[in-house]
């Protein structure tokens, strides 16, 4: 039974988990359940991961919280490496992925204005994008069903289709201060955008001294299998927003940029109580201790090829259940024949979790820890949920 205390903006399975070991999840009841899902991409190195949980526990045994009026050594630690890992010169630490989103967009607006444009704070995003869900967030996202009720949208973002170069540069005016768009949409279905439409967003943003703004939320730290998706195009952007699978699990995001995008962001114009938080920052550092070990973003694609391959071969056997597989690394999706919905919960009959995803889509966001062991047992799941939907396709047309 749903708790009428919380607010009823969420749609809950009744399931409770009481632990997690690695990529399962044990429910109060001492039920096991396999957990492609992640908390949505965000357990990047497993539930319980013994680095990250003595990362934390070493870290709460000294000091919680500090103010940003003072120096914090993790976060600066945490800033470096992630600076000598990307393009980046510059970072500021959110607690989720909208505010490292709205962070990206103030960015990029500011930079515009310190330059002598402040008519260019206008930002061109992609139909089925999703971004967070603040005010300015679901504005980028430009998706109704967030927006309706809310109040008139936020100005300054120009929406265009999905993939279209000539709708985009049709919609590029005086007015246009950046492009941002996700190098795989998440929430939109697990849409990867063709790499050499990345490469000519570039192309356009450099001539037309415009900012790229990618969206990392949930394509970053190692779930394709690079530490960022933008790397298997070869491009960078000017700003990246960051956020879900950094933490592990503790709750923070991160707006990374270049010196010269940054460059409007003075003292005082921004800012955040708990960002950059020390008991954030040791949980991430231990993340990325994880992550950028050597021979763990290889692994990430060893095991990746073995789920993908399964998965191709249960589109083949399940042609009624199965329409396509989609995705990099381990950001998968199942486009469905059936309804997405009744996929998942046939999954989570198997004792295996999953996210639905738009355009009928079904996420697999396993751990990044996973074995090729583990994901075989995935795909033995998936195939007996497969197996009940068809029978009840054929039941239903007998
Ligand atoms: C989840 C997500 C967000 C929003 O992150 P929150 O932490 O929920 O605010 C933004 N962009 C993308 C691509 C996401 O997947």
Redesign the pocket.
Known sequence: MAEAALYDTFARAPLRFDRGEGVWLVTEGGERYLDFGAG?AVTSCGHSNPHLVNALKSQAEKVWHLSNLYEIPEQERLARRLVDATFADKVFFTN????A?ETAIKTARRYHFSKGHPEKFHIITFEGA????TIA?IAAGGQEKYMEGFGPKAPGFDQVPFGDLDALNAAINENTGALLI?PIQ??GGVRVVDKEFLRELRRICDDRGLLLIL?E??SGVGRTGRFFAHELTGITPDIM?V??GIGGGFPF?ACLATAEAASGMKPGIHGTTYGGNPLGMACGNAVLDVVLADGFLENVRDVALVFRQGLASLKDRFPDVIEDIRGEGLMLGIKARVAAGDLVVAMRDEKMLSVPAGDNVVRLLPPLTITAEEAREGLARIERAAEKLTEAELKKTA
């Open positions: 949505v989720s992925g909208a505010e989103l999703f971004h967070g869900r967030t996700e998440g929430e969206d939320v949930q927003a956020a879900k995001g």
